[in-house]
């Protein structure tokens, strides 16, 4: 029973958590502490591998005697909460692993070691959770615990502001969350999953809005991304991993739950809606992650536009669903949850690359690095295979979640509705939009990074990660290769959870020759992504050794030519800031109402030239400087309601209590 | 019969590209030189360029890395298997479905984001400027190529190059959508090369240069696999637009011997045309500003988008 180990797992964490807090500050219990994750982690994940490949599985339910005293906790494993526990688990096992090695937290172990189970824990148990209390439960663990991580460096200012931040926007998520369950509940009379489903659901519409802003607040969804490109790089390396690459998952899987499985039939417009938010959130992610020199806030603008993409596809799928046509919509389907699997795999890793980065050097910015590919090449390796992934290059994973993407674009002519027809072309041209500027982002992160030469002391210093950290770092950039060249066995490992959520499925992939992929038919459109890497390797081999072989081989070291000026100073190389100026230019004027500004001084005067650049934020200043004024505002206007007398505030129940009644009154 | 014949051919397209690619490039020159009432080099010139370029010793910067070493064979390996995949002379070759007309574009991406990050590894401004304006021009060219690979979807029903040639061969009409990727892809074509307007291959040691900009460093037959990869990469182009665009003679699967002869003599004479026709637009143009160049793909952009939206209104257009 597959949902027992993983609940045995979720178990041996909490415990964990426990012993941590208690447990002396020493290394040795540190590394004893992430192994015993590690463990826990790969066991939920044989679990969750074990029931996907059981082929149709029914779903295996736990209730446990706590909880509200009416339901209990009711837990169930099916196809969906199996690929998502998957996912977690996945990431976990790799962040653990790089964790046990000297990416670890070098400070304050004692601040993260405690939280770092307890947020693994409560991310499986929301994937687990088959009641609306349950799942709520472990969401609130989930965003204190990862709140708690992110305040490990609470000294900097910064890290501060960052966390206030996000337990806002996570308490007003959860806010949204609890109201939709509720509404959920009252059309149906329980929060367990089981009766929502069975039961008749008023007003989806609300239902799903709640859901949109609870589980988007979490994932990052433009306009209510503002925490996460501040949360998740505050936090310690191996942790920002699993909020990026997991939590934001969890966040998905908990909107997939709702709109796809307990609010009934979507309506048309749901995929609008969903449509519209996910290409925005694709273009203004990545144009923010290219203005950044932080590596590690790039990476996290960069997931704000992966989960644009994922939501394109799950857009697309509802809006193939509301109008009956379940191929195209297992299509969509398959492609969102296909990149959710790519986006923990690559984005994992990048975090985990930048923290071996991070411990190396002390340095987060790029414009105090370079070179790091001399004195790191494994893990120069490494973050190249995540930067070619979520770049969207064959033959590694996210050209073909991607790929599949744009295949599910060109069947939406078959959609009648036309705001579809005149939306998702446009949408098409974002996402292509944002899949060029993300390779040009990574060429910029890669390549002012490892390449060049070093900016600063520290990258001068910096030294290979050690085994256990490259161990985790290669293994994913392993996986990523893997679900590249096998996209097959992926898609085909989807296909009872799409079959489940969509009432189709893509066709059988594994038994096609040389592991192709065909979506809809062999005359329409196949990519192979074995051969594309075979061919690949064999052209180059072939290249390098006929060269070899009948031309030369002779090499010889100089100085670099650079046109016959080459300038001794590595400030003279290309930076972050100057690598992304023409398309701050292009984009950023409109985006970011970017104003550069040159401060030449006149001839005789010896003051410095300056060039400055502003970069604003348009939709902090136009939703939330003015929401958090109006907040101040109505706080001070109530805040003469706490100096009342007792006579008054008995009056003001009272007169509450009549205002209920009578609406209730109407309202029946 | 089949079991042998057809690997063959897929052999001979796969070397006839690179073969092929070189005399594309000196053709060009050529006409460009006569244009400009030159006499020009030799048409044989590339070819020897390259053999000599291939027998020099690398001279590599003290500071290059493993990256900068093994990039221009992974550049030249990926353009070579996106070129391999379109049809030149005959459609449905035993390995046209390993990637359709989206997975050649993102090859194209790979081998462009390895060139640009090649281009920053030694850590000279030239490099630098070269990539970073390298990725300026393909962030706009790469969203323009979809569009246009969603126009000739959307009326072929498929993004296989082969199933789509073989659709424009057998469905002769004048589509104003088609009208407009045609003058998309060209736009693309242009700048995907480094063509005048956009850049100019021939320049050196000029601010404007960007494709110059990253290979600058480069030497001996690194170098020889950039410019190889280069001229695969003008003769995919021209092979592309004369697929989709004017597809005729392209040889069906099975058919004679002297379908598959008819098939490669059209096929080199669409190259003609091609080289000559860039030519033509070359000689009559100035080059760009950098800055201008945004705004010249950017109607790249809108012409894909409008077809697209065009057939997403009606399939008819």
Request: aromatic share 10%; glycine share 8%; net charge positive.
């Amino acid at each position: 029973m597959q949902v027992g180990i993983a609940l045995w797992g979720v178990a041996v964490l909490l415990g964990t958590a426990v012993a941590a807090s208690l447990l002396q500050r020493s290394r040795p219990a540190t590394a004893l502490t992430y192994g015993i994750c590690l463990v826990a982690c790969l066991g939920i994940l044989a679990a969750a591998c074990h029931y996907l490949t059981l082929s149709a599985a029914p779903p295996q339910t736990l209730r446990l005697p706590f909880g509200l005293p009416w339901t209990g906790a009711h837990l169930r494993l099916d196809a969906l909460s199996a690929f998502f526990l998957l996912v977690v688990n996945l990431g976990g096992a790799g962040a653990s692993l790089f964790a046990i090695g000297r990416g670890g937290p070098a400070t304050a172990p004692g601040r993260v070691l405690p939280f770092y189970p307890l947020f693994v824990a409560s991310m499986n148990l929301v994937v687990l959770a088959d009641d609306g209390f349950s799942f709520l439960l472990a969401w609130e663990f989930m965003s204190v615990s990862s709140w708690a991580l992110v305040l490990v460096h609470h000294h900097d200012p910064n890290n501060r502001r960052a966390a206030y931040i996000y337990i806002l926007m996570a308490s007003f998520g959860t806010l949204a969350l609890l109201l939709a369950f509720g509404w959920l509940a009252a059309g149906s009379g329980g929060y367990t999953f089981a009766e929502i489903r069975s039961g008749s659901g008023t007003l989806p519409a609300v239902v799903l809005i709640l859901a949109l802003i609870g589980a988007g607040s979490k994932a990052g969804l433009v306009p209510l991304h503002v925490w996460l490109p501040l949360a998740h790089p505050a936090a310690p390396s191996h942790v920002s991993a699993l909020m990026s690459g997991v939590m934001t998952k969890v966040a998905i899987y908990g909107f997939i739950r709702i709109a796809f499985d307990l609010n009934g039939p979507p309506a048309w417009w749901w995929g609008v809606l969903l449509i519209v938010l996910a290409g925005i959130t694709c273009v203004l992610g990545v144009l923010s992650a290219l203005m950044q020199h932080d590596l590690k806030r790039l990476l996290a603008y960069h997931t704000v536009e992966n989960i644009g993409i994922i939501f394109l596809g799950l857009g697309l799928a509802l809006a193939f669903s509301s109008h009956g046509l379940p191929a195209p919509a297992a299509l969509a389907l398959t492609a969102a949850l296909f990149h959710v699997l790519n986006h923990c795999l690559f984005k994992t890793l990048l975090f985990l690359g930048s923290g071996a980065v991070l411990a190396a050097t002390g340095e987060r910015d790029m414009e105090h690095l370079g070179g790091l590919i001399h004195r790191m090449p494994l893990t120069a390796f490494a973050f190249l295979t995540g930067c070619m992934a979520i770049s969207a290059l064959p033959p590694l994973n996210g050209f073909v979640s991607e790929w599949l993407t744009f295949q599910a674009i060109l069947l939406s002519p078959e959609l009648p509705s036309w705001a579809l027809k005149l939306l998702v072309p446009a949408v098409g041209a974002m996402l292509a939009l944002s899949a060029a500027l993300a390779a040009a982002c990574f060429v910029k992160a890669f390549g002012v990074t490892f390449l060049g030469r070093p900016r600063s002391l520290a990258a001068e210093r910096a030294t290979e990660a050690d085994p256990i950290s490259l161990a985790a770092m290669l293994a994913l950039a392993l996986f990523c290769l893997l679900a590249g060249v096998l996209p097959g066995l992926c898609i085909d490992l989807l296909a009872p959870v799409v079959l489940g959520l969509s009432g189709a499925r893509m066709p059988p992939q594994s038994t096609l020759p040389w592991l192709s992929i065909v979506p809809v038919a062999e005359s329409r459109s196949s990519y192979n992504g074995l051969l594309v890497f075979l061919f690949i390797v064999a052209g180059s081999l072939i290249a390098v050794d006929v060269i070899h072989r009948f031309a030369s081989r002779a090499v010889r070291r100089g100085p670099a030519w650079d046109c016959g000026f080459p300038l001794a100073s590595p400030s003279a190389q290309y930076t972050a800031d100057s690598f992304a100026q023409p398309i701050r230019r292009v984009f950023g004027s409109v985006a970011f109402l970017a104003r550069e500004r040159v401060d030449m001084p006149l001839p005789g005067d010896r003051r410095r030239a300056r060039l400055s650049v502003t970069l604003r934020d348009p939709l902090w200043e136009v939703i939330y400087v003015p929401l958090a004024a109006g907040i101040a505002v109505a706080a001070e206007r109530f805040n003469h309601l706490q100096f009342l007398t007792i006579r008054q505030y008995l009056s003001l129940v009272f007169i509450a209590l009549i205002g209920l009644l009578l609406v209730v009154s109407i309202w029946t | 019969m089949d079991l042998i014949v057809a690997p063959l051919l897929q052999g001979v397209q796969m070397f006839a590209v690179l073969a092929l690619a070189p005399l594309l490039l000196g053709y060009t020159r050529k006409v460009k030189a006569r244009a400009l009432r030159r006499a020009g080099p030799p048409m044989l010139q590339p070819y020897r360029d390259l053999l000599r370029l291939m027998r020099k010793e690398v001279v590599l910067a003290h500071n290059a890395s493993w990256l900068f070493r093994t990039a221009p064979y992974m550049i030249f390996a990926a353009t070579w298997v996106a070129a391999a995949l379109v049809p030149t002379f005959a459609t449905a070759l035993p390995f046209s479905w390993v990637g359709d007309l989206i997975a050649i574009i993102a090859l194209l991406g790979s081998a462009r984001f390895f060139l640009a990050l090649a281009g920053m590894d030694i850590g000279t401004s030239f490099g630098g400027i070269g990539s970073s304006r390298e990725m300026l021009f393909a962030s706009l060219a790469e969203p323009a190529m979809i569009m246009i690979v969603f126009t000739v979807a959307l009326v072929a029903g498929s993004t296989q190059l082969s199933s789509l040639a073989a659709f424009m061969q057998d469905n002769v009409d004048l589509r104003v959508s088609l009208g407009l990727a045609a003058a998309a892809l060209v736009i693309v074509a242009i700048a995907e090369n480094a063509r005048i307007p956009v850049d100019n291959p021939a320049t050196h040691l000029e601010l404007t240069m960007v494709h110059e900009a990253m290979v600058l460093e480069y030497s001996g037959r690194h170098l020889a696999m950039l410019e190889l990869a280069a001229a695969v990469k003008l003769l995919l182009y021209v092979s592309l637009i004369a697929c989709i665009f004017v597809p005729w003679g392209l040889a069906a699967p099975g058919s004679g011997p002297t379908a598959y002869a008819t098939g490669a003599m059209l096929y080199l004479g669409k190259l003609l045309a091609g080289g000559f026709l860039l030519v033509l637009f070359e000689t009559s143009i100035a080059k760009m500003r950098v800055f201008r160049v945004p705004q010249f793909l950017g109607a790249a952009l809108m012409l894909g988008l409008l077809a697209t939206l065009l057939l997403f209104v009606s399939r008819s257009f």
